[in-house]
């Protein structure tokens, strides 16, 4: 079976434990090989992240891919998070808080406190959109997803994640929304012509009727025509 030791120093370190019954001066005994496994713990962790790594390139094919060591507090982000955005890895820091200080001031809380929420509440899977700074100083609207990578115990170890610029699919709905509107403000206008096209129809037909009445009426009929004129001119 596997545990965990505690080392002199009180660090710990993965050991792998191997019980046999034996005998010694004619009593039984328990025999206990234990082999520090740290190294091979370490390479399958390893492993592992290359394998989710690998994964979510698969399924997410050209999007940023960021890597965060919840131990040391280390980001690791893939070559193309800097040509997005325009940066130069000189201009960040690899770590949590440098990627907080790019989110728009508006989403950084609910952004951050969203991951971290994730993280010590047990789950594993963390999703988020919000709005991050380009180095022009315009803001992209990003896609950001990630899985918390733990040990057996359930301790957080690290977080695999991709990011995806979707700030051309936000334009395109934003436009949609402002053809719909104008659409709509069309139909209501066209309503509204309708209405009124019947109520100056409604006036000419009553124009004419007293046209007819006071036909000797000439100050009348002026008046009436100067009506009758501007009912037709809408």
Request: proline letters at 1%.
């Amino acid at each position: 079976f596997e545990t965990v030791h505690r080392r002199k120093d009180d660090s710990l370190y993965d050991v792998e434990v191997h019980l046999q019954l034996a005998t010694f001066k004619s009593l039984p005994v328990i025999v206990a090989i234990i082999h520090d496994i740290t190294e091979r713990k370490r390479a399958e962790q390893e492993m592992k992240l290359s394998d989710l790594r690998l994964k979510m390139v698969r399924m997410a094919s050209g999007v940023m891919v960021w890597d965060w060591n919840l131990i040391t507090d280390e980001l690791e982000w893939c070559d193309n998070y800097y040509e997005t955005f325009g940066y130069s890895k000189g201009d960040t820091n690899p770590t949590i808080k440098s990627w907080a200080s790019f989110i728009h001031p508006d989403d950084v809380v609910d952004t951050f406190e969203g991951r971290r929420k994730v993280i010590d509440s047990g789950k594993n899977k963390w999703k988020a959109e919000y709005r991050f700074k380009r180095k022009d100083g315009s803001y992209a609207f990003t896609l950001d997803w990630g899985t918390v990578l733990r040990d057996e115990k359930g301790k957080s170890l690290r977080m695999v994640g991709a990011m995806l610029d979707i700030s051309e699919r936000k334009h395109m709905e934003e436009t949609l929304r402002q053809s719909e509107k104008l659409k709509s403000i069309g139909v209501i206008t066209a309503g509204i012509s309708h209405e009124f096209n019947n109520i100056l129809n409604i006036i000419s037909g009553n124009v004419q009727l007293l046209q007819m009445d006071y036909n000797d009426n000439h100050r009348l009929i002026d008046s009436l025509h100067t009506i009758e004129v501007s009912v037709y001119d809408g």
